[in-house]
Every structure is written in structure tokens, then in C-alpha cells.
């Protein structure tokens, strides 16, 4: 069973935690997308290198929308239908905006 969400001041449900998470997951892909684009600045371009910093730059924007999301409250709910997506996803996946349903409606 889920812990809620609702409840930032429960150690399962703190908005710090996934905060933290967040913060240290961008932290890493910054330091690998920067490793891309000097593979990427190299003579001959490497093509894998430039699908890998586009992917990450977007991984970036997700973890951003995220944390945007927990300083509006409004993190841990589905962009989509608005439910609560559970703990478990979210400490999978901590820039999840959406409930496993409404991912797969995609």
C-alpha cells in the first residue's frame, strides 16, 4: 500500500526527499549531457553522443518540471487525470509527471 503524499511531514511522503532526489538526479545528467557535447564537439561528430545529450536535455526538463511541481504543490499528482501516483513510481522515477495509466495513453 501507497504512502500518501499529502502529508510532507511523514519521512515517507517528504517533499525534501524527493527534492533531493530530484536535485541529485539533475546534478548527474548535467555532468553527462556536458560529456556528450564535448564527444559531440570532437572533429567527427558522433551521432550517438548527439541523441544522448538530446535525451538528457530533456530528461533536464522533466526533472525542472518536477521540481516546479513540488514548489506549486502540485507534485505527486498526474498532470493527467490528476490521481495520486504512487510512492513506489516516484522513487523509481521522481520526475514522473504522470500515473502509469495515463503514460501508457500516450
Request: aromatic letters at 4%.
Amino acid at each position: 500500500m501507497s504512502t500518501s503524499l499529502d502529508t510532507p511531514t511523514s519521512a515517507a511522503g517528504s517533499w525534501d526527499r524527493f527534492r533531493v532526489l530530484l536535485d541529485e538526479h539533475r546534478a548527474d545528467c548535467v555532468r553527462q549531457r556536458e560529456e556528450a557535447l564535448a564527444e559531440c564537439a570532437q572533429s567527427v561528430p558522433d551521432p550517438v553522443a548527439q541523441r544522448r545529450s538530446a535525451d538528457l536535455q530533456v530528461t533536464i526538463e522533466e526533472i525542472d518540471a518536477a521540481l516546479a511541481r513540488i514548489a506549486v504543490g502540485t507534485y505527486g499528482r498526474c498532470t493527467g487525470c490528476q490521481t495520486e501516483i504512487p510512492e513506489e513510481r516516484l522513487e523509481l522515477r521522481p520526475f514522473a509527471g504522470t500515473c502509469v495509466s495515463c503514460t501508457g495513453a500516450r
